[in-house]
């Protein structure tokens, strides 16, 4: 889907003023004039600060928007600090990109390394929407950043997305093998395939799970089908950690289809450790299980063709923790 992030950025301005007037909200950020209305008809476009400080201004729950874009909120966001302040905005951005080379965001964003270099650096300021354009470039979760900040009401020119996106995710919740049927669709042999191909006897389902499958991805905008094969409609990464429940249940998924593949595919990398380290050591592992994840993205951000499905599983668990000393 194609993002006018200006408009996104006008849309948002107006979720947030709410029922408060223009004027009024002018004022109470220092303008003299009705910047709000200018920023809302498009007429004039927010930096950075000024759409954060609005946030802040009005009461949205930036720390929940910052939040949503990590696995888990690193240290840095749990300490009480101002979200609406450029060092912020530039860290979010660097843990967002991960081990992306800027010319590939900036090939992606159509935007100026050097610009992007310079902000992730927290050397300048970006425009609301550049900084919202590079995130979406970065995580392809925009959805899930501004939920908070509206109060899980879709923006006007996001709505379809956002009904795309929960449809799919509802999917991927009751049937975490559709993600596997996804990327299976990825793979360069299914282009090429002068018929249909059918994954079901390698992935240990039944054919007519796949084709059941297959038919709630069609329905939900995922893939259509040509007349020959299925062909991958959209590839856009969805958060399943919104609900503890569901996450737990998919990573009891994942472990067991590790578990029984693993054993069978001769150039599996499968290892462990089972280690004593001090509470700051464990926090180090898990900072490295996180760096770790960022570098593998970029590896599979860049990978072309699509040869191989694969399930990569990093798992940094206390089994047992020593009583504090009295």
């Known amino acids: 889907m194609d993002i006018d992030f200006a408009k996104v950025t006008a849309e948002l301005v107006r979720a947030l003023r709410g029922r408060r007037s223009q004027v009024a909200l ?11 209305y200018a920023w809302e008809k498009g007429r004039r476009q927010p930096s950075l600060l000024r759409l954060l400080q609005l946030a802040e201004l009005v009461g949205a729950d930036l720390q929940a928007a910052f939040a949503r874009m990590y696995p888990i909120v690193p240290p840095w966001l749990q300490h009480d600090i101002r979200l609406s302040s450029l060092e912020s905005a530039a860290q979010l951005l660097r843990d967002s990109r991960g081990a992306m080379p800027v010319v590939h965001l900036a ?28 995130l979406h470039h970065c995580t392809h979760r925009l959805l899930d950043f501004l939920d908070p900040l509206t109060q899980g009401k879709p923006l006007a020119s996001l709505k379809l997305e956002y009904e ?3 449809a799919a995710r509802l999917v991927a919740e009751r049937h975490p093998m559709s993600q596997v049927l996804l990327r299976c669709l990825e793979l360069e042999s299914n282009s090429s395939s002068k018929s249909e191909p059918s994954y079901a006897a390698k992935l ?3 054919v007519e799970q796949e084709r059941q499958i297959l038919s709630l991805l069609e329905a939900t905008g995922q893939i259509a089908h040509d007349g020959v094969r299925w062909r991958l409609l959209s590839a856009s990464p969805l958060n399943m ?16 289809m590790a578990r029984l593949h693993a054993p069978h595919a001769a150039d599996a990398l499968c290892a462990y450790n089972v280690c004593g380290v001090s509470r700051e050591g464990f926090d180090q592992l898990k900072r490295l299980q996180r760096e770790y994840l960022q570098k593998a993205r970029a590896v599979i951000e860049a990978s072309e063709p699509v040869q191989r499905v694969v399930l990569m599983q990093i798992n940094v668990v206390s089994l047992v923790e020593d009583a504090p000393r009295a």
Do not use: D, Q, Y
């Not at 002018?26 to 709000?36: A, G, H, L, P, Y």
């Not at 950690?241 to 067991?256: G, M, N, P």
């Open 26 to 36: 002018s004022r109470r950020m220092k303008f003299r004039t009705n910047v709000v």
């Open 107 to 134: 090939k992606r964003t159509g935007l100026s390394r050097f610009a992007i270099a310079r902000w992730l650096a927290g050397a300048t300021e970006p425009r609301a929407w550049e900084f919202l354009c590079v």
């Open 164 to 166: 795309r996106v929960s």
């Open 204 to 206: 240990g389902i039944s």
């Open 241 to 256: 950690r919104l609900h503890r429940e569901t996450a737990h249940l998919h990573r009891e998924f994942w472990v067991e």
